[in-house]
């Protein structure tokens, strides 16, 4: 266990929806990250987020959005849902914004049909 | 960003030391170089991460030559659970924006 949290486990929904995926990282950790996993594009780096603050972006699309909350959780927001945008996604945390050391969550299988 | 290039795949018989080199040829002055492991429908688990020389760990080694253009992650008398992918990261720690390239990883087949 890792001690970063994902919810929900699994999703499906159909084309056109918008879909809310979200991240506790672990106790203490400032920097939340979000992937995507697909079977044939790998593990892709969407977005950083440290202390509430976009620290960068990866190949995040322009209909898919995050924030961090004071808190420290994260919210992965996907709207106008595509049948490819079908996929594993992950969140992970690390102590600092550096991607030295990074915890992964157990992530979300995103199904859209 | 730091490309890396590491072998799609390997196979060993358990009780083996196994190698897997990554590639980085492009890496920069400030980056590090990390490994995961993944396991089916789970999300990576982080194993090791060095600079340069050698660095050491409960669960592995990490050997990085003088030039850092490549890195080699070896796992001591591997078994059965070992079978995973592993990837090999080279991250930008310039202290600005940092992006993350995971490569397709070495898909480590271990067998009896």
């Known amino acids: 266990d890792s001690g970063v949290t994902q919810t929900p486990k699994h999703l499906i929904t159909a084309t056109g929806q918008r879909v809310t995926l979200r991240c506790s990282p672990r106790s203490g950790d400032l920097s939340v990250y979000w992937y995507q996993q697909s079977l044939d594009q790998g593990l892709q780096f969407l977005i950083q987020?440290?202390?509430?603050?976009?620290?960068a972006k990866g190949n995040i699309l322009e209909r898919f959005s995050a924030q961090q909350f004071p808190d420290l959780h994260s919210e992965l927001n996907l709207s106008s849902l595509e049948l490819g945008d079908s996929a594993l996604y992950f969140c992970?945390?690390?102590?600092?914004?550096?991607?030295?050391?990074?915890?992964f969550g157990p992530g979300t299988r995103l199904t859209v049909t | 960003l730091a490309k890396t290039t590491q072998p799609i795949s390997m196979d060993s018989y358990e009780g083996q030391e196994v190698n897997i080199t990554c590639s980085h040829n492009?890496?920069?002055?400030?980056?590090?170089i990390t490994w995961y492991q993944q396991f089916p429908s789970q999300g990576p688990r982080f194993i090791i991460q060095?600079?340069?020389t050698k660095v050491t760990n409960e669960v592995a080694s990490l050997f990085i030559p003088a030039d850092r253009k490549s890195s080699t992650l070896s796992l001591p008398r591997v078994s059965l659970s070992d079978t995973a992918v592993y990837y090999c990261?080279?991250?930008?720690?310039?202290?600005?924006?940092?992006?993350?390239?995971f490569g397709t990883g070495t898909r480590l087949q271990v067998t009896l």
């Open positions: 987020y440290y202390n509430g603050e976009e620290r």
């Open positions: 492009n890496i920069a002055t400030n980056d590090y």
């Open positions: 992970a945390s690390s102590v600092r914004w550096e991607n030295y050391e990074q915890y």
């Open positions: 060095g600079y340069k």
């Open positions: 990261l080279v991250g930008d720690g310039t202290g600005t924006a940092s992006k993350l390239t």
